[in-house]
């Protein structure tokens, strides 16, 4: 079962069994790093800990271009995920897989079209 977190328009995702290309070799560890900002508030996501954070799209092949971030792998304490406008995520060690969550609006191109329902 894999484990989901939430805060804010990011997803993260646990990843129980890492890939050999999950390792992070030849990725550089860093103590902290922007996963993203917002668009209109300018408000950041920011990792703090000890972990590799590293793109691979071999990984990622399910997920929209623009909607994924990378991937993390956390080694020996815990790191967080900071936001000025949400509850810090405390994230234990182990490999994550972290994307951007759309909000959709009733209005959105074809939400409506499988179900039947017809707006006024």
Not at 18 to 27: M, N, R, T
């Amino acid at each position: 079962m894999t484990r989901c977190f939430a805060q804010g328009d990011i997803l993260i995702e646990e990843i129980s069994r890492a890939p050999k290309s999950a390792l992070g070799v030849g990725h550089r560890r860093v103590k902290s790093a922007i996963i993203a900002e917002g668009e209109a508030s300018g408000h950041r996501h920011r990792l703090t800990g000890e972990f590799v954070f590293y793109r691979d799209d071999a990984l990622a092949r399910d997920i929209p271009d623009q909607l994924y971030l990378g991937h993390i792998r956390i080694g020996g304490a815990a790191a967080q995920l900071l936001h000025e406008e949400h509850a810090t995520l405390a994230l234990n060690p182990g490999v994550y897989r972290l994307r951007r969550q759309r909000q959709l609006e009733p209005t959105d191109s074809g939400l409506f079209e499988d179900t039947g329902i017809v707006g006024d």
